[in-house]
C-alpha cells in the first residue's frame, strides 16, 4: 500500500495526558498536511510541511500543539496536557510541491480524551 | 476569509436516482476539490477543478464548476449503496493568506436506501 499511513488509528486518553500521533506521506510527496475534524464539520487546516520546514500553523494550533518532520518523510503530531475539547479525528494529507497539487489523506487517528 | 457551503446538508434518496450537491464559495475559487469520506474514515480524493466551466467525470459522478468560479456541483447520476458516505467541497485556502492548506465545507451526507 503505497498511501498515507497514520498510526494509531484510535485512541483513548485521559485529561492532562500527553498523545503522540504519526503519519507516514506519500514517499515522493514533500508536502505534509495536519487537519482535524470533529463531528458534522469538514476539517480545519492545522499545520503544513514542506519537507522539513513548518511553513505555516493555524491559530487553531495552540502552545499544547507541537508538529515535527524531522528527516522531512513521517511527521508527528504531539498534543500535551489532553483536554476534553481536543477529541476530534486527526487527519494527515500529502502532495508533491506544486501549486494546487491534490492532497491525499491518511485514514485519521481518532482521539477521545476523557 | 473565504467559506464553503454545502448544500443539502443531507440526503435521502432510492437507489437509481440522480442526485446533486452544492458548493458554494464566499470568495472566486483558485481550485475546488471534492472529496468523499466514509464515516470514521479518511477522506477519498474525487476530482479537481480549476478552469470556469470546467466539467470532469469518473464513472457515474460528474463535476462543474461554473464560469464565475463561485460554485460547484456534483451530479451522481444511477446512485447506487456504495455512493452513501459524506462528500466534501475544499478550496485552496490563499484567499486566507495561506499557500498550503485547503478550506472545506461541512459536508453533504449521503443515504442511498436500496
Known amino acids: 500500500d503505497t498511501g498515507v499511513s497514520q498510526d494509531p488509528r484510535h485512541k483513548i486518553t485521559k485529561r492532562g495526558q500527553n498523545v503522540t500521533f504519526r503519519c507516514d506521506p506519500i514517499s515522493e510527496h514533500n508536502r505534509l498536511y495536519w487537519y482535524r475534524q470533529t463531528l458534522g464539520q469538514g476539517p480545519e487546516f492545522l499545520t503544513y510541511f514542506q519537507n522539513e520546514a513548518q511553513l505555516e500553523k493555524s491559530r487553531l494550533l495552540s502552545d499544547r500543539f507541537s508538529a515535527e518532520r524531522p528527516k522531512g518523510s513521517f511527521s508527528t503530531l504531539e498534543i500535551q496536557r489532553t483536554e476534553q475539547g481536543d477529541s476530534a479525528m486527526y487527519l494527515c494529507?500529502?502532495?508533491?510541491?506544486?501549486?494546487?497539487?491534490?492532497?491525499?489523506f491518511g485514514p485519521g487517528t481518532r482521539l477521545l480524551v476523557l | 476569509s473565504q467559506e464553503l457551503e454545502q448544500s443539502p446538508q443531507s440526503l435521502i434518496v432510492q437507489e437509481g436516482k440522480n442526485l446533486t450537491i452544492n458548493c458554494t464559495s464566499s470568495k472566486t475559487l483558485y481550485g475546488l476539490y471534492w472529496y468523499k469520506q466514509k464515516y470514521g474514515e479518511g477522506l477519498i480524493f474525487l476530482m479537481m477543478?480549476?478552469?470556469?466551466?470546467e466539467e470532469k467525470s469518473h464513472e457515474k459522478i460528474t463535476a462543474k464548476l461554473d464560469e464565475k468560479k463561485q460554485q460547484s456541483s456534483l451530479h451522481i447520476t444511477a446512485s447506487q449503496p456504495s455512493h452513501a458516505g459524506i462528500y466534501l467541497c475544499?478550496?485552496?485556502?490563499?484567499?486566507?493568506?495561506?499557500?498550503?492548506?485547503?478550506?472545506f465545507g461541512k459536508g453533504t451526507k449521503l443515504s442511498v436506501k436500496p
Open positions: 494529507a500529502s502532495s508533491l510541491e506544486k501549486a494546487q497539487e491534490t492532497q491525499y
Open positions: 477543478l480549476q478552469k470556469g466551466g
Open positions: 475544499g478550496a485552496d485556502g490563499r484567499y486566507g493568506g495561506s499557500q498550503g492548506n485547503l478550506i
